[in-house]
């Protein structure tokens, strides 16, 4: 399964942002900017994070954030925001976070699929830092091999 297209709207070069909260509602709003989403989502994604803990934040400098699919997902997307001065989520080993990507997937059974696929892109260890030092959405989309 490929990786859902990343228009521009979804991508946010530079954001400055105070809190791990504020970072994911930027991821969100991209989805939402994207047509992707709609805005429960964002706080649907903000509630995994108080509810599991920082289990988002999956290699040093990456957060992943998503939501469970539900009415608030209008079709798969995919959001990517770097950030210009890191922020803290409370992992133990791979804080601060640099990159935040968001991830809405309408289907069920696709869910941790697409998980799996955009994981596996992040198995080579130089891929965080390429995009948080990305300067266009054309630069990012090259670098995870996606489409607008």
Known sequence: ??????PDEAVVLGATVSS?????RVAGGAL???GAATDPYTEAMIGMVEE??????????????????GPAVLRDGLSVVT?????????????????????????????LESIGEIANLFNDATVTGRIAAATTA???????????
């Open 20 to 24: 791990w909260r504020e970072a994911l």
């Open 1 to 6: 399964m490929p990786l859902p297209p990343l």
């Open 32 to 34: 939402v900017s994207s």
């Open 83 to 111: 950030l210009a001065e890191p922020v803290t989520f409370g992992h133990p080993h791979n804080d601060p976070v640099h990159v935040v990507l968001g991830l809405a997937v309408a289907g069920v059974g696709t869910h």
């Open 138 to 148: 054309d630069e990012v989309r090259a670098i995870m091999g996606v489409s607008a």
């Open 52 to 69: 599991h803990g920082p289990y988002i934040v999956i290699s040093p400098g990456l957060a992943f954030a998503h939501a469970r699919p």
